[in-house]
C-alpha cells in the first residue's frame, strides 16, 4: 500500500513547480564547489518530509553529508542518516566487489578471482567500470523491494513497495558528472552480451524516461557558473535524459532596484560606500546570470544565500528544503 503522501507525477508541488516527488531516480550535478551536496541534502529532507523513503548516494566524496544530516558517519555501507533517509558514500572497489558477488554468489570466489592487486588492472581494463560500479549500485538500489526480492516494473510497485521510493546521487562535478551519466549508454554499445550490459541496459531505459528519472542541475547566479550550466544543459539533452528541475543557489536577496544599481555603478563613491558599491556589482551579476538562465526554460527552485547561520549545518539545511 502506498504510504507516502508525494504527488504523482505530472502533479504541482506546493512551489507551483512540477513534482520531483514522483521521481525514482535523481541525479544531482553541477560545476563544482556550487552547492550540489547542500541541494542534495536538502532535497532528501523536503522529500523524506512528505512521506518518500530516500536513499542518497554520494560518489565516493569527501564526506560533509553528514554534518548537513545530522547524522552519523556515512561510509561505503548504507546507514539511516534521518527519518526516511538513508545514505552511502559509494566507493567503487567496495562497489564493484558487491557487485561481483551479487553476480557469482559466493564471496570465496569473487575474493579469489578479484584478490585487490588485480582489481585496479580490472578497473582499467573494462572502460567506464570505475563509474558504472557506483552508477550502477545507485541505479540497483531503485530496484529493490521491501521485500528484499528486486523489480525493475517502476509501474508496478506498490503491492510490495519498494525499499527506496527515491535515490538520489550527488554527482561529480561538471565534466566527470556528464562521464558518469553516459557509462551506461557507453556500455550498450562496447560490452559484450551478459548481465552488466543488460542492467545498463535497464538503467539507461529508466534515466531517459521523464516519468521516473531526471538530471537536477545546481548553479550559482554567476557568470561562470549561469555560462558552464548552459553547457550542461546541452550536454544532458544531447544524451536524451531530462531536467526536471534547475536548483538556483546561494540567492542574494536584492537591496536595490535596477535603477538604484544604474546610479550606484555608474559613478567612483567615496570610501565609505565602496560596499554599496560592491553589493550593487554582485546584484547586477546575479541579475544578468539569472536572465541567461532563464533561457533554458527549465523549471527553477532558488535556494537564499545563508549568512545567519552554518550553511551545512542540518538547521539550514531544514530550511533550504522549504524551497524544494
Ligand atoms: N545557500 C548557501 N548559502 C551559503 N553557503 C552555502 C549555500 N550553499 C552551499 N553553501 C556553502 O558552499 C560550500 C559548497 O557547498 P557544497 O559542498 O554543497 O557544494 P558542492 O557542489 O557539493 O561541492 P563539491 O563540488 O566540492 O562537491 C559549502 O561550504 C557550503 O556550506
Ligand atoms: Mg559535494
Not at 555560462?227 to 536548483?247: C, F, K, S, W, Y
Request: charged share 20%.
Amino acid at each position: 500500500m502506498p504510504t507516502s503522501t508525494s504527488r504523482a507525477p505530472g502533479s504541482l508541488g506546493s512551489n507551483g513547480l512540477p513534482s520531483l516527488d514522483a521521481l525514482r531516480f535523481i541525479y544531482v550535478t553541477g560545476k563544482g564547489g556550487v552547492g550540489k551536496s547542500t541541494a542534495t541534502a536538502a532535497l532528501a529532507r523536503a522529500m523524506a518530509a512528505r512521506g518518500r523513503r530516500v536513499l542518497v548516494c554520494m560518489t565516493n566524496a569527501k564526506e560533509r553529508m553528514s554534518g548537513m544530516l545530522g547524522s552519523p558517519p556515512i561510509g561505503p555501507e548504507i546507514v539511516s542518516a534521518a527519518p526516511n533517509i538513508d545514505a552511502v558514500n559509494m566507493e567503487p572497489r567496495k562497489c564493484l566487489e558487491e557487485y561481483g558477488v551479487m553476480i557469482l554468489k559466493v564471496k570465496a570466489l569473487y575474493k579469489a578471482l578479484f584478490e585487490n592487486r588485480y582489481v585496479d588492472s580490472f578497473f582499467r581494463a573494462v572502460p567506464g567500470l570505475y563509474e558504472w560500479s557506483m552508477l550502477g549500485k545507485a541505479w540497483y538500489h531503485t530496484t529493490e523491494l521491501l521485500s528484499g526480492k528486486t523489480s525493475d516494473d517502476v509501474d508496478a510497485p506498490y503491492a510490495d513497495g519498494w525499499k527506496y521510493e527515491t535515490v538520489i546521487v550527488d554527482g561529480p562535478a561538471t565534466g566527470h558528472g556528464l562521464d558518469m551519466l553516459r557509462v551506461p549508454r557507453v556500455l550498450l554499445d562496447v560490452a559484450p552480451a551478459g548481465p552488466m550490459r543488460k542492467e545498463a541496459e535497464r538503467a539507461w531505459r529508466l534515466f531517459q524516461d521523464p516519468s521516473h528519472a531526471g538530471v537536477v542541475m545546481v548553479t550559482l547566479p554567476e557568470e561562470m557558473p549561469a555560462n558552464e550550466t548552459l553547457e550542461l544543459a546541452e550536454g544532458v539533452r544531447e544524451m536524451n535524459l531530462p531536467i526536471p528541475r534547475l536548483v538556483v543557489n546561494g540567492l542574494l536577496p536584492p537591496l536595490f532596484q535596477h535603477e538604484q544599481r544604474g546610479l550606484l555603478l555608474a559613478r567612483e563613491l567615496p570610501l565609505g560606500l565602496t560596499s554599496a558599491h560592491a553589493r550593487a556589482s554582485r546584484e547586477q551579476i546575479q541579475e544578468d546570470a539569472l536572465a541567461k538562465l532563464a533561457t533554458l526554460k527549465l523549471p527553477t527552485s532558488y535556494l537564499p544565500f545563508l549568512v545567519n547561520q552554518e550553511p551545512s549545518s542540518p538547521q539550514a539545511i531544514l530550511a533550504l528544503a522549504h524551497h524544494l
